[in-house]
């Protein structure tokens, strides 16, 4: 087993040891990484929003985007995403993957801002089975749900045939470095960059922030799975890629916590079945009878009726 950099809320993962690398201490690094940001100069505006011309490949993956409640997907298989990812790697180029479900999609669908964020990546595939149902009844189906809870491990397999280093940030308090445990557990060759769980409400505290920031900068990894929510994790992952250019992040909302165990995922079933959310607010009804009987049960008929009408009728 391999790894450069492991900690958990800024300190060391009992039972990975620590090996001094490119990171440094986490004292040291973050303090090297938050002189760095405060050199740094501003880039012109102008010059920060001018994007490349896509490659052939990517304009042919951008034609080929399924858009299901205002939102442009890209309809690949989870062994394809790792392929993309994986691929663009090889060539030193990062990138951002969103897996929006029906709770994201309506955020987006009432939020331009939250909007931007998603339209922003370079990767969005449907984790929720009404955006896969919605995408048929349009007659434009997706191959089928690809999770952030499924890709943290296929990924990471891949990461660790490849050495690419991994960090691991979001979920509750200790849950990225049981996380970063599991993940080396089933993968020995896997290399932990790092590991953090920024407390609750960091992001409104620009000394808190910075920190987690700096880490993670100073960490260096190739893959960063960021399990913070939907649109937090966005935003601070929208503010790395400026300075990780080569790193590919994943939005992956509770896979922190279902790899580390602190949550437990529904069974296969009631995943297949469009029911897990049902297993979820089973489970957790204080926090998720809200979010999934007031707001998201509604839209998604609102979602799966207009694509009925639609795909009937186009």
Known sequence: MSVDHVSVDHGPVPGLPAVAGQAGTPGTARGAARATSRGRSRPDRATSRRRARPDKATRRRLRRRVHVAGIAFDPMTEGEVVDHVVAALKG?????????????????????????????????????????????????????????????????????????????????????????????????????????????????????????????????????????????????????????PGTWFVGCGSAVAFAAGTARRAPRWMRRAGLEWLFRLVREPGRLARRYLVDDLPYAIRLLTVSLVRGLFS
């Not at 769980?197 to 990894?221: K, L, Q, T």
């Open 92 to 244: 030193g180029r990062g990138g951002h993957l969103v897996t929006p479900n029906v709770d994201i999609g309506r955020i987006a669908a009432r939020d331009p801002r939250a909007r931007e964020l998603v339209e922003g990546a370079d990767l969005v595939v449907a984790d929720g089975m009404p955006l896969v149902w919605a995408a048929r009844l349009l007659g434009t189906p997706v191959p089928g749900r690809v999770t952030g809870a499924d890709l943290i491990w296929s990924l990471s397999e891949a990461a660790a045939f490849y050495r690419h280093p991994v960090y691991l940030l979001g979920g509750p308090k200790g849950a990225p470095g049981r996380a970063a445990r599991e993940l080396v557990a089933r993968h020995p060759a896997l290399v932990v960059a790092g590991t953090d769980s920024p407390p609750h409400g960091f992001e409104d505290d620009p000394d808190a922030y910075a920190r987690v920031r700096d880490a993670v900068i100073a960490a260096a990894p190739r893959l960063v799975f960021v399990g913070l929510g939907f649109p937090r994790q966005e935003r601070l992952i929208a503010s790395l890629r400026r300075d990780l």
